[in-house]
């Protein structure tokens, strides 16, 4: 097999993985669901899943990815041959597939409101025309397709110049920038009068609200949000150095995914209460919240425009690793060049996303399962097909490979501090406790 490309720097693999994390699940994502499941007690019980399932799982699809040095599919040839556990990459290239399909049509609407915030739409627009400004944007036929497309070509771009050239040397300049505009928000937010109450809203729990479906969404957006279960990590644990330590890695990953998402939280839910507006908005709680804090802030203007070039960046460097997942699958088992894999992956992907866009319009009244296009793609992929991908992941490392060569990987940096009570932890959490209770919450989420 020739040499696989890889990350250039220790920064520029974290920052790579930080940027596939931190994207539209915490900007766009969480404040709508933390809104919708009754605030700080979504966000304990969401902790509390990063903690005991997400690092397991993330520890697992990284040994896999770098162990096997392939793509999901192969990956599983490499360290189970001749057996039927290459079928399982089929889960993540499907959940990688489900999750962009969708992915790119909000893409789309970053795009949409960037270009809102260029023309200065906010600070001309009263209260009641930024309020139905996003209705009226996405149930659009013609606008949300347009945007869908430029946001595909730009991943698609990125993505077709590699891993140093592409992925690492955007996300590299990205992301820091992208924290500061988001600090910035968030302090203008919590200094709003009657902000108060959605601090309270964001850290004062009301376990009183959480059903089923508050823990089947907190799993999901654990695993949404740390882009697990569609083998996204895998993908880019092959591209990871020996020398980097995995552990280390992924600690930080989650780390700075979780921050990223109590800070968009700040950013928007207090702003949401001190403009009256529903915290069960939905999906739409971004696109309908910050426009009013920029119409009503000194310099709103300038940094409308900053912000939503930001959410713009925080959703391609998710895409490019969604985007990548399939494109190293063709590339691999299939012998394409870079080039006809991004393509072929393109024509699959617009023809999803446009069914996707016209979800929220025209084919609104087209349901599957109760759901329209749009609502099926997402919650297959998060409450389904990202569970049993980080299932099947966990449960591989934790019963299918050799203890000697979990260790080996863990350890591989050369970093050999953990104590032998700390990889027991490490070990057995990913073979028996996340397993089971991705398991029973699976099971839970079907029934």
Known sequence: MAQRESFGSSFGALVALAGSAVGLGNLWRFPYLVGTNGGAAFIIIYLAFVLLLALPIMYSEFII????QSNVFGAYKVLAPKTKWCNIGFVYVLGSLAIIS?????????????????????????????????????????????????????????????????????????????????????????????SGAGLEFLFRPDFSKVTAGTIID?????????????????????YVAKKESLVG???????????????????????????????????????????????????????????????????ITSSISQLEVIVSYLKEEFSMSRKVAILLSMAVIVTF???????????????????????????????????????????????????E?????????????????????????????APIVVAVILVSGLI
């Open 353 to 403: 996303g446009i069914l996707c866009s016209l979800s929220q319009g025209v084919l609104a009244d087209v349901k599957i399962f109760g759901f329209n296009f749009f609502d099926l793609f997402d919650k297959t992929s998060a409450n389904i097909l990202l569970p049993v991908g980080g299932f099947f992941a966990v449960i591989f490392v934790g019963w299918k490979m050799k203890r």
């Open 249 to 315: 890695i992924s600690i930080e990953t989650a780390i700075t995914d979780t921050l990223f998402a109590i800070i968009a939280g700040l950013a928007i839910m207090p702003a949401v209460f001190a403009f009256g507006i529903s915290p069960a908005e939905g999906p739409g709680l971004v696109f309908v919240t910050l426009p009013y804090i920029f119409a009503q802030i000194p310099f709103g203007a300038f940094l409308a425009i900053l912000f939503f070039f930001m959410l713009f960046i925080a959703a």
């Open 102 to 194: 969708f992915y790119c049509v909000v893409g789309g609407w970053t795009i949409a409101y960037l270009w809102k915030a260029v023309t200065f739409r906010f600070s001309m627009a009263d209260t009641e025309v930024l309020g139905s400004m996003f209705s009226q944007t996405v149930t659009s036929s013609t606008q949300p397709l347009a945007f869908m497309l430029i946001f595909l070509a730009a991943t698609g771009l990125i993505v077709l110049a590699g891993i140093k050239d592409g992925i690492e040397r955007y996300t590299k300049v990205m992301m820091p920038l992208l924290f500061v505009i988001v600090v910035i928000v968030a302090i203008r937010s919590v200094t709003l009068p009657g």
């Open 218 to 238: 907190a799993l999901g957006q654990a695993f949404f949000s740390l882009s697990i279960g569609c083998g996204t990590i895998m993908t880019y644990g092959s």
């Open 405 to 433: 060569d979990v260790k080996d990987e863990l350890t591989s940096s050369g970093i050999r501090k953990y104590s032998p009570l700390f990889f027991n932890f490490i070990y057995y959490s990913i073979k028996y406790l």
């Open 65 to 68: 990815g770098r162990r096997s």
